[in-house]
Nanobody, 119 residues
Framework: QVQLVESGGGLVQAGGSLRLSCVAS????????MAWHRQAPGKQRDLVAV???????NYADSVKGRFTISRENAKNTLYLQMNSLKPEDTAVYYC?????????????WGQGTQVTVSS
């Protein structure tokens, strides 16, 4: 069984920075694409950033130039460096990892970590 645990969320003033981490544990197979999503109160969950197995990245327009996604496969860990934070970045942030096993692929999600940006 695979578990993802996020950390690094918290309260920060506008213009500040936070670094989120997501560590996978359990029976880890081949790690494919990984991503961060976020969900603000009353809104749908949106994709923030994605990183493929070869390191290619893609970002939502709202975070381009401010957020950086990275991964450390040897540690089964995904990161999100968030700089120049804005109040509109306030949300619960979820990590997502796709893994391939002998019988196919599966998606896993973390429990979420709250990020609150005050103005």
């Amino acid at each position: 069984q695979v578990q993802l645990v996020e950390s690094g969320g918290g309260l920060v003033q506008a213009g500040g920075s936070l670094r989120l981490s997501c560590v996978a544990s359990g029976i880890i197979s081949r790690l494919n694409a990984m991503a961060w999503h976020r969900q603000a109160p009353g809104k749908q969950r949106d994709l923030v950033a994605v990183i493929t197995s070869d390191g290619s990245t893609n970002y939502a327009d709202s975070v381009k130039g401010r957020f950086t996604i990275s991964r450390e496969n040897a540690k089964n860990t995904l990161y999100l460096q968030m700089n120049s934070l804005k109040p509109e970045d306030t949300a619960v942030y979820y990590c997502n990892m796709n893994m391939t096993f002998s019988k196919g692929s599966a998606d896993y999600w973390g429990q979420g970590t709250q990020v609150t940006v005050s103005s």
